[in-house]
């Protein structure tokens, strides 16, 4: 007897429904798809040498792309990311100078790059969340004030990271190199965090910020609860960019923020919040790596290059943008 | 949504609310900002150096008008790519006047076409394939800076004809220079356009509720794409009157004018969501931001602490604007 | 002892008093009725209850203790559960994520076994009547409108609170939805629960209702049993001292105007949630668009005025065939819309009264320059027409009632006269006397020539105000009542008949 109303479902298709579930999957095509092209042009770099390669460069690039992912989870952004990134390469190597070098003093180095990504993440999220101010800009703000501090940390770029951090970031254990086990790790660590209940509360949030408090959510200690997430992953981020660069560097992470959002785009996330993957923003981070490194082995002149990673970047971001709508549609 | 049984209530004194209007509190803060610079170094406040921070604040107030009809637009409008096209504005201006006063007329119509036709691509961007404008605009920056380097490798770097240098520094009338009569020309124009035109309205129309807009008429799109043009355009300018303004052009003198313009914007009470504020509160808001610049250079402490100082006032500033409104109403 | 009282609560918002003296009192086991016209402060009072809005003054006491409510969060911990009106769903989670979202079962990690069983339990009470795509793990933003209030209906009952809160759960509903909710209610009842229940709809008050209290002007004017009182009776206290008329026995509607020359006519008419329409409007006429809610009526107006895709079929407009594309060709050829979601597609929030009354006179008289005094001269009687209350013309459109924000969007298309006015339910959520208002200028537009045709979701303002009434059922029109044959009892048969 159920009157009829007109269904306005959409026919489910099974690629609507897979990329329903997995958001990121567009993205993994785009970089299969750039990773098959890195192999034409230059064999070796899809070689394990070559991965490894890749992986070690452009996993402080990930680190920093996870980070933003759980800001924008929420609807937010950080763009404070890269200056936390500065920071805490900073404060890291001048702590372990100053402490010799040994192994001990690198171990409490990194706690407390930890702590100070974490704290920036706090004072991120109280500007934030409980401030009330517009995330885009009080992040801008917070950003000079963190690049500030990493300037009075250490003035001029140059200190170098003591040998027992680099050598064994750049090393191998049982032949097989550190990163990976760093990455193995770092899988595991999303996989837990990916059920925990913040994850599930920043999505809600931003979904609909309001109907999320109207259900009793507390939001602004969800959303400051994202921020220092993505200061502890900024932090992290930092100590791989150590590892690469083996010295300090009171600017390095600046040029970072833009590219940080760029990757969690391209891995299918949408800015507006509610919608999204960690591994989407990991693959992101890969297609910017991969771009890059195929304008190079295309043979692009040097003054060239530039302009044509920025063209295919953009490119592959539309693309992004498009498909995923085209397939959730 | 509910809410409305007309009465008095309790209205807020008619003084609060006049002081509480981002104008007053702009114009308020400059003078105090003002008074702060002349204790702190006498002669802050001289004419000559109000006459060279006015100079200042008219290159960020002109782009940041553009900036402020992007961000009015609504659907969280914002343009990341103002700084490339600063760049570039003034490269090409450059290179085409390369010192002839004659080659101004050409050199200016140049830049305006291609801040134009940048803008052109974003609006398309934004509006036909519908990318967020802040992804958007972010991969037209890269595409920028990519040109940069071809264009500045390509060709011999030019340099400012007399008269455009004449412009922004010297005297023209009143003793003011030609680049502030300028800047209040297109003052004037904006609060006319966005107060008196259907054009204004429309603008307002879409950046409150383009649904709305939309179902009564207005030409959604192609305002959208309009407004992204008019900040290539804006941008262009700028670019010219820093090319002006410095006497030559070098690497990337825009980018600190992409989030710059962002901040004159609200702290010219235009919150980043749109559909409300205008142009005269950017104004103030460039002046204010140009003046704090000015006093953090003329005090004599580190880079460090200068960047610090800056961030953490940029921060207490924003919390006299638009915060935004509270879970619990 | 009551379970709840609520004593002298207000609420201003800036300048504007939501609430002036909010009084109600439940106990426990009654399904407790809230009335009164809209702006009237039922939904601030509920609002104050659930901690989403802060009051300025006035006393709660739950169980006789007196206690303050500082958020959502802690009116949930003194028992207190609310379906929102505006819904409070996260539209990428699932259903069952969004049923739990208050108080996700687990601790730092989400514990799945007991959401999911826990969800399943109050899917399970409306597994009959949800409808195809209906599940736990159905993304909420899928999902029809009225399976989304489902979702909020059973995030509400998920609560499990002695006091629950719903702010008109069943505009969406069918009827047999509406069946399967009422038998809850009366279950929660048996159990002791109390529920305070919002409605627009006399009969659904009647139906389930123990007590009414109504609201007025952001004032508690009275509570009666529902044994004791009629409907007349309770619209008399909701409209007080307004006109009469507004007490919805309006005007016995016109004879049908003869047919002339059809300004509207469409054949065929087909598109996403209704095929093969066809009907025509004569000058003069006010022709209504009848049925239960969602049966393609509204989809069909907004496809005529170019908001939503077209699939086939023709439309003609005074004698010449029309292709809708977009609303502003549609305006240009003489077409007007007025939604009854007007804060979707109606008002411009934050902007002046002025600015919100005149875009359509801007797109019709291709204005540029926009000189405020030759606007005013033209909004100024439009607005009059309409008995609109407003304090100047530069005031900002949300400073206005409901029923008055929606005046002003009608009102814009008074100023260059449409030839056609489609209506799709333009009075839904305003006031009594606001619609009195609306019924009586559309009868005037029809009487100077326009052709009007009214879709409206309330049966009462069709059989009163239609001269010919299509009634929609499954997306297509089931039957045509004219002169002596619109009557309640044949729409009611028309609208139900299996489709």
Redesign the interface.
């Known amino acids: 007897m159920t009157t009829a109303t007109i269904s306005t479902q959409k026919p489910g298709g099974g690629l609507k429904r897979l990329v329903e579930r997995y958001p990121f999957l567009p993205a993994l095509l785009i970089a299969l798809v750039l990773l098959a092209l890195n192999g034409l042009y230059q064999p070796r770099s899809i070689s394990f040498i070559g991965i490894t390669g890749l992986v070690k460069t452009y996993l402080a690039l990930m680190m920093l792309a996870i980070a933003q992912t759980y800001v924008v989870y929420a609807g937010d952004i950080d763009l404070s990311v890269g200056a936390i990134v500065s920071l805490v390469n900073v404060v890291i190597v001048v702590l372990m100078e100053k402490m010799g070098g040994s192994g001990f003093s690198v171990v409490a180095a990194l706690g407390v790059g930890l702590l100070t990504g974490l704290a920036c993440g706090i004072v991120n999220g109280i500007v934030v969340a409980a401030l009330r101010l517009q995330a885009i800009v009080a992040t801008f703000a917070t950003s000079i004030f963190f690049t500030g501090l990493a300037l009075y940390v250490m003035p001029v770029a140059g200190t170098p990271a003591p040998a027992a951090f680099w050598r064994t970031y750049g090393g191998r254990f049982f032949e097989i190199p550190f990163v990976f086990y760093a990455a193995i790790l770092l899988a595991i660590v999303l996989y837990v965090l990916a059920r925990t209940r913040l994850a599930t509360q920043l999505l809600a949030v931003g979904d609909d910020a309001q109907a999320a408090f109207q259900s009793g959510l507390p939001v602004t200690r969800i959303r400051i609860q994202g921020y220092a997430l993505c200061g502890l992953f900024a932090a992290l981020a930092a100590f791989c960019i150590t590892g690469d660069t083996a010295s300090g560097d009171p600017l390095v992470g600046g040029k970072m923020t833009l590219f940080s959002v760029a990757a969690v785009v391209l891995g299918g996330s949408a800015l507006s919040g509610g919608f999204g993957t960690v591994v989407g923003s990991i693959i992101g981070a890969l297609i910017i790596g991969l771009i890059n490194s195929l304008v190079f082995f295309v043979g692009t002149p040097s003054e060239w290059q530039n302009l044509v990673q920025g063209l295919a970047i953009l490119i592959a971001l539309m693309a992004g943008v498009l498909v995923g709508r085209r397939a959730r549609a | 949504?509910?809410?409305?049984?007309?009465?008095?209530?309790?209205?807020?004194s008619p003084m609060l609310t006049f002081l509480k209007q981002p104008l007053v509190v702009a114009l308020i803060l400059i003078v105090a900002l003002l008074l702060l610079g002349e204790t702190l170094s006498p002669g802050f406040a001289s004419a000559q150096q109000i006459l060279r921070l006015l100079i200042v604040a008219a290159l960020l107030g002109i782009v940041a008008a553009g900036q402020n009809l992007v961000i009015l637009g609504g659907r969280?409008g914002?343009d990341?790519s103002v700084g490339g096209v600063i760049s570039l504005s003034a490269i090409i201006a450059g290179n085409v006047m390369n010192g002839a006063d004659s080659a101004i007329v050409p050199a200016v119509l140049a830049c305006m076409a291609a801040g134009a036709f940048i803008g052109l691509i974003n609006g398309m961007?934004v509006t036909l394939?519908?990318?967020?404008p802040?992804?958007?605009t972010?991969?037209?920056?890269?595409?920028?800076?990519?040109?940069?380097?071809?264009v500045?490798?390509?060709i011999p770097s030019g340099f400012a004809a007399p008269g455009l240098s004449r412009f922004v520094t010297q005297p023209f009338l009143l003793g003011l220079p030609g680049i502030i009569w300028l800047w209040v020309a297109i003052g004037l124009l904006m609060a006319f356009m966005l107060?008196?035109?259907?054009?204004?309205?429309?603008i307002?129309?879409i950046g409150?509720?383009e649904?709305?807009?939309?179902?009564?008429?207005?030409?959604v799109r192609a305002m959208r794409i309009s407004l992204f043009m008019l900040s290539g355009v804006f941008a262009a300018i700028t670019g010219i009157c820093l090319l002006g303004y410095s006497g030559s052009s070098f690497a990337n003198v825009g980018e600190q004018y992409m989030?710059a313009s962002?901040?004159a914007v609200?702290f010219g009470g235009t919150?980043?969501s749109g559909?409300?504020g205008g142009y005269t509160g950017t104004m103030a808001g460039a002046l204010l931001l140009v003046i704090l610049q000015g006093i953090l250079t003329t005090v004599h402490i580190?880079?460090?602490?200068?960047?610090?100082?800056?961030?953490?006032t940029?921060?207490l500033l924003?919390?006299f604007y638009?915060?935004?409104?509270?879970?619990?109403? | 002892m009551s379970k709840l009282i609520m004593r002298g609560v207000s609420k201003a918002y800036g300048a504007t008093l939501a609430l002036r003296r909010g009084d109600l009192t439940v106990e426990a086991g009654e399904v407790h009725v809230l009335i009164g016209s809209n702006g009237s402060g039922k939904s601030t009072l509920c609002k104050v209850l659930a901690g989403s809005v802060r009051p300025d003054g006035g006393e709660i006491l739950i169980d006789g203790k007196p206690v303050t409510i500082t958020g959502p969060h802690a009116a949930r911990e003194h028992g207190i559960g609310i379906f929102y009106q505006e819904l409070s769903l996260a539209g990428h989670r699932t259903v069952a994520e969004n049923i739990c979202l208050p108080d996700m079962p687990g601790g730092i990690f989400v514990d799945r076994k007991a959401l999911e069983i826990r969800a399943a339990r109050y899917i399970a009470l409306f597994e009959t009547v949800a409808g195809e795509g209906f599940s736990a793990e159905a993304v909420v933003e899928n999902l029809r409108a009225d399976q989304r209030q489902l979702v909020e209906i059973m995030k509400a009952l998920a609560t499990e609170a002695p006091i629950t809160i719903f702010d008109e759960p069943t505009s969406a509903l069918d009827r047999a939805q509406v069946d399967r909710f009422f038998d809850i209610l009366r279950g929660l009842k048996a159990d002791g629960r109390s529920i305070i229940f919002i409605s627009h709809r006399m009969d659904e008050i009647f139906a389930i209702g123990d007590r009414v209290t109504v609201i007025r002007d952001g004032e508690t004017v009275g509570t009666e049993n529902i044994a004791d009182t009629n409907p007349a009776a309770v619209i008399r206290l909701m409209v007080g001292g307004q006109d009469e008329l507004a007490a919805g026995a309006s005007a016995p509607p016109a004879a049908a105007t003869d047919r002339k020359a059809a300004v509207l006519k469409a054949e065929n008419f087909s598109g996403k949630g209704f095929a093969n329409v066809s009907f025509e409007v004569a000058k003069g006429e006010i022709l209504g668009f009848g049925g239960l809610h969602g049966q393609g009526q509204s989809a069909v107006l907004r496809a005529i005025f170019g908001a939503n895709l077209a699939a086939g079929g023709t439309i003609t407009l005074g004698g010449s065939a029309f292709t809708p594309s977009n609303p502003r060709t549609a305006i240009r050829r003489g077409l007007a819309y007025v939604s009854g979601d007007r804060s979707r597609d109606g008002i411009i929030q934050g902007r002046p009264i002025i600015e919100n009354a005149t875009p359509i006179h801007y797109l019709r008289q291709k204005l540029q320059l926009a000189r405020p005094a030759a606007l005013a001269a033209r909004v100024k009687p439009a607005l009059e027409a309409l008995h609109t209350k407003f304090g100047g013309l530069s005031h900002p459109i949300n400073s206005l009632s409901g029923g008055n924000q929606q005046k002003i969007v009608i009102a814009r298309w008074l100023i260059d006269r449409p030839d056609v006015l489609l209506l799709d339910d333009p009075t839904k959520g305003i006031d009594l006397s606001a619609k009195a208002d609306l019924f009586s200028l559309i009868r005037k537009l029809a009487e100077e020539g326009m052709g009007i045709v009214l879709y409206s979701s309330e049966d009462a303002e069709l059989l009163n105000n239609a001269d010919r009434i299509l009634v929609f059922n499954g997306g297509s029109v089931r039957r045509e009542l004219t002169g002596a044959d619109r009557t309640r009892y044949n729409l009611y048969q028309a609208a139900y008949e299996a489709a």
Not at chain 2, 129 to 132: K, N, Q, S
């Open positions: 949504m509910t809410a409305t049984t007309q009465t008095q209530g309790r209205a807020p969280e914002i990341l961007g394939l519908r990318i967020p802040l992804v958007m972010l991969g037209m920056l890269g595409v920028l800076q990519g040109l940069l380097v071809v500045r490798n390509g107060t008196r035109t259907v054009y204004g309205h429309r307002y129309a409150s509720n649904q709305a807009a939309y179902m009564a008429g207005v030409p989030l962002i901040i609200v919150p980043l559909g409300k580190d880079e460090s602490g200068r960047q610090m100082v800056f961030g953490a940029l921060l924003m919390l638009g915060r935004g409104r509270a879970m619990r109403g």
